[in-house]
C-alpha cells in the first residue's frame, strides 16, 4: 500500500479486515476464538519491525542508519516503518529496548536454577561470553547509542531505562551470588553495574581486533572479579 494511505491513518500492513468487522456466529458449543485488539496488533508489528531492523543498526550503527537505509534492508517499506516510528531515534530507541530486555532476562534461568556459587559463576560467564561472541554487533548498537543520548536528548530517557534494567539484573546475579558462598556484597548496585558492564564494554571493543582471545580474557577478569564483590 502506498504511503498516501499512511497520512489517511490506516495501517500500510494491516489485515484487510478492519478490528471492527463482525464476528460471525459461531457453531453452538464452540467457544469463539481471542480477538487480537488493535494495542496488541500495534505491538505485534513494531516487534517485528525491530527484529527486522536490528541486524542493519548493528551494522551500521547510529549515525550511518536512516529509516529509509532499514526499509531497504528489510522486507518493509520506507512508509510501513516510518508509520509505526516517528523518526529514527524512535525506531533505534525501541530495537535496543526490544533487545536489551531479551538480554536481561537470559540469566534469569541462571539464577533461579544454580545450585552452588561456582555453577551460578559458570552459567553467568557462559551466557556472557556466547552474547559477546553471537551478538557483538547488537552491543556495538547500544553502547553506541548510549554515547549518543550525551549529545541528543530525546535518546536520555531511554537509555537511562536500559541502564536500570541491566543494572538490576547484575544485582540480581551478585546478590545470589552471594547467597550462595553466604555472604554479602561489599559494593552497591550502581557500583557492581559499572565495575561489570565496564569489563563486558571493554571486551565489546576488543572483539573487533582479537577474537580468538578476548572471550577468554573477559571470562577470566570477571571470574577473579566477581569473588571480589563479596564479603564473607
Known amino acids: 500500500m ?67 537505509e532499514i526499509a531497504n534492508n528489510s522486507e518493509f517499506t520506507h512508509g510501513v516503518v516510518h508509520y509505526y516510528f516517528r523518526d529514527k531515534i524512535d525506531l533505534i530507541s525501541y530495537c535496543v529496548r526490544h533487545y536489551k530486555t531479551k538480554c536481561a532476562q537470559r540469566y534469569d534461568e541462571v539464577v533461579e536454577t544454580a545450585a552452588s556459587a561456582d555453577e551460578l559463576a559458570v552459567g553467568f560467564l557462559g551466557k556472557m561470553t556466547q552474547t559477546l561472541v553471537e551478538e557483538t554487533p547488537m552491543h556495538r548498537l547500544w553502547y553506541d547509542l548510549r554515547a549518543q543520548s550525551m ?12 541502564d536500570q534494567l541491566l543494572e538490576q539484573m547484575i544485582w540480581r546475579i551478585l546478590t545470589r551470588y552471594a547467597d550462595l558462598v553466604g555472604g554479602t556484597p561489599t559494593v552497591d548496585a550502581p557500583t557492581a553495574y559499572a565495575l561489570l558492564d565496564g569489563l563486558f564494554e571493554q571486551a565489546v571493543v576488543g572483539y573487533a581486533a582479537d577474537p580468538d582471545r ?17 564479603a564473607a
Request: avoid cysteine; glycine fraction near 6%; charged fraction near 30%.
Open 2 to 68: 502506498s504511503v498516501a494511505s499512511d497520512a489517511a491513518g490506516s495501517d500500510p500492513g494491516s489485515d484487510s479486515a478492519p478490528d471492527s468487522a463482525p464476528d460471525s456466529a459461531p457453531d453452538s458449543g464452540s467457544a469463539r476464538p481471542a480477538r487480537v485488539s488493535g494495542i496488541d496488533k500495534v505491538e505485534r508489528r513494531r516487534v517485528a519491525l525491530a527484529e527486522s531492523a536490528l541486524k542493519t543498526l548493528g551494522e551500521l550503527g547510529y549515525a550511518r542508519t536512516s529509516l529509509r
Open 151 to 162: 549529545f541528543e536528548e530525546q535518546l536520555r530517557d531511554d537509555v537511562v531505562a536500559i
Open 214 to 230: 578476548v572471550p577468554d580474557q573477559l571470562a577470566d577478569r570477571v571470574s577473579r572479579v566477581l569473588p571480589k564483590l563479596i
